[in-house]
């Protein structure tokens, strides 16, 4: 071989060699690269905020703001919290989630509601047990009814059926019994008839009771010779009379 064919074959071997080392070079220096190019991202979690107490809307805002979304997934009675504000979130505050997951609140549609139940015609102890027991309160204002029993509920405000919240008052209207009644002096009447002593007695608020007839020759038919309850006594409304009359004609 000339001297001028081995300075070629040198040169030529000396360039594959730099190639293949390049070559190695530039392996070692891209592969890492490439597959951290092509490794799946590590989304950092993000720390879900308390929305309890706000509304939906502005929840939404914060939530977004934090790279999270919302919805509503139920609403329901709150004792406290008023309608339509957040009561309840899930996952609670300070929870790790990663962005773009939903968080669910449950609204509140407000404070429960108890229907006013019926309680006219009972007693006024049935009708506060029932109201009481449903967690309402009584307020009792007291009427005269003669048509009516002592004790006896006459009327309710709110009406039932009316729905209240929890510790609202219900009104009540009770019958109560009317006054004694003080027995005139009935002697001074003329027992003429039946119906007629029982028209005189109705206007006094008394009823008429059992009449006794007696025969005297000294007194004229209607004579009122006695009454029981006497004169001046003091009864019950309604309470009956009873008459010792001189004889005389129905």
């Known amino acids: 071989m000339s001297r001028a064919s081995s300075t070629v074959a040198i040169s030529i071997a000396t360039s594959l060699i730099t190639s293949s080392l390049m070559f190695l070079g530039l392996q070692f220096w891209l592969v ?4 951290k190019s092509n490794a ?5 979690p993000v720390e879900v905020p308390k929305v309890v107490g706000l509304r939906p809307d502005d929840a939404r805002i914060i ?7 919302i919805t509503v997934y139920k609403t ?8 339509g504000l957040i009561h309840a979130q899930v ?3 300070g929870s790790l989630l990663r962005p773009g997951s939903t ?5 509140s ?3 429960p509601k108890i229907a006013v139940p019926l309680v006219v015609g009972k007693t006024l102890t049935d009708g506060q047990t029932i109201l009481a027991g449903m967690g309402l309160t009584v307020a009792v204002t007291h009427r005269e009814d003669a048509a009516s029993k002592p004790g006896q509920i006459l009327s309710q405000n709110p009406p039932p059926g009316k729905q209240v919240i929890k510790d609202s008052v219900v009104n009540l209207i009770v019958a109560k019994g009317n006054s004694m009644v003080e027995v005139p002096n009935l002697t001074k009447l003329r027992f003429k008839s039946k119906k007629q002593m029982t028209e005189e007695l109705k206007k006094l608020n008394l009823e008429l009771g059992k009449v006794h007839y007696t025969d005297s020759s000294d007194s004229s ?6 009454h029981k309850p006497k004169k001046g006594e003091k009864v019950a409304p309604g309470t009956k009379v009873d008459f010792v009359v001189q004889y005389s004609e129905d």
């Open 32 to 35: 890492p690269h490439l597959n």
């Open 40 to 44: 799946p991202k590590v989304e950092k």
């Open 103 to 107: 968080v669910k609140v449950e609204t």
């Open 76 to 83: 329901s009675p709150h004792k406290t919290v008023k309608e």
């Open 63 to 69: 939530l977004k703001n934090n790279g999270l979304l």
């Open 109 to 111: 549609s407000g404070i």
């Open 221 to 226: 038919n209607g004579t009122i010779y006695s």
């Open 91 to 93: 996952p609670l505050p």
